[in-house]
């Protein structure tokens, strides 16, 4: 199965905008829920729910008007799971280029009718990127546990 990227564009809208006149966080986080849900979604072949998101990171602000550019692609499989990495550019219309603004990582997991967990197609890296790409899954997976089990005794 070909892993290609889940591409979403479009131009950043007035509604977007926060109290200091960028694009608000919320709006950046709901793209990317969006574009990982397409790509869980086209990769697995079921409704998939998302897990985690984790490690948001917001490099610089959004301006409102800028194109903007979310990319979502897998680069780890579990028997159910799907680790997929986020990121976020924009440009201004007047620009060539995109400059990288946000960047996560999101689980999904696909599930059947009930919510019952599904198998999806198992990922396998080629190039040296897709090996980095899942070498860097597996460790924030492991950090993942770490923060749960100091996490459990305030939950």
Wanted: with cysteine; proline share 5%; charged share 25%.
């Amino acid at each position: 199965m070909e892993n290609k990227p889940v591409t979403f564009q479009f131009i950043s809208e007035p509604s977007d905008v926060n109290y200091g006149g960028n694009v608000h966080g919320g709006s950046v986080m709901k793209w990317i829920d969006q574009a990982g849900y397409a790509c869980a979604t086209t990769w697995s072949g079921n409704y998939s729910v998302t897990v985690y998101v984790g490690g948001i990171r917001f490099y610089e602000p959004i301006k409102i008007g800028e194109i903007v550019k979310v990319e979502a692609q897998v680069i780890y499989t579990g028997s159910s799971s799907m680790h997929i990495s986020i990121n976020v550019f924009s440009r201004n219309l007047k620009q060539p280029d995109f400059d990288k603004k946000t960047h996560c990582i999101i689980v999904f997991v696909a599930v059947d009718e009930n919510g019952k967990k599904l198998p999806v197609p198992k990922w396998i890296p080629v190039t040296e990127e897709e090996k980095k790409q899942e070498e860097y899954a597996k460790r924030l997976m492991q950090l993942r546990t770490q923060i749960e089990n100091e996490m459990k005794p305030f939950l």
